[in-house]
């Protein structure tokens, strides 16, 4: 099963809004920035501490996870070594964008055990301050995510989120 598949069914979202916004972009997938592994494993670092804030990690969490990880070429191993050793060093992504993506990563992650912890949200806000997004288009983004089936915001309405509290 590839990880585009899983992506789809965990979520119920179409591909191509992964495509698109969700996964690694075609674009930054050759950049120097995405192609640093020390990088990925980070993202993915944060992800799994993400999922591991209502103390519970269930298969659902961790198939998205890892169908991340495949289309990001990390191994199932390196993966599971995340889960048990001290997490790498913190490495945001640099770009805006890179950095938006990873927010919406994180809010799908959150919603995709149909439940909001408030120590997920909680942990999401930390995460979203320390990669330097407006708090103010974070909460915006978690006030309006209810109005969409399966809470995905569509691509075009979070970038436009993040444009208004960034001008």
Request: with cysteine; aromatic share 10%; charged share 30%.
């Amino acid at each position: 099963m590839n990880g585009v598949y899983v992506i789809e069914k965990l979520t119920g979202c179409h591909f191509f809004i992964f495509k698109f916004y969700i996964l690694v972009p075609e674009k930054t997938q050759n950049s120097p920035v995405m192609s640093d592994k020390r990088k990925k494993l980070s993202l993915l670092s944060e992800m799994i501490d993400m999922i591991e804030a209502d103390h519970i990690v269930n298969e659902r969490e961790y198939d998205f996870i890892y169908a991340i990880a495949k289309l990001m070429h990390i191994e199932k191993e390196e993966l599971d070594a995340l889960f048990e050793a001290k997490k790498p060093q913190y490495v945001p992504p640099t770009p805006e964008s890179e950095r938006i993506l990873q927010f919406h990563r994180l809010v799908l992650l959150m919603n995709i055990d149909k439940e909001q912890h408030p120590n997920e949200i909680r942990r999401l806000k930390e995460f979203g301050l320390r990669m330097g997004l407006s708090p103010f288009a974070m909460d915006r983004v978690l006030e309006i995510m209810d109005d969409y089936p399966n809470r995905v915001v569509p691509p075009d309405v979070l970038i436009d989120i993040f444009k208004t509290y960034y001008n």
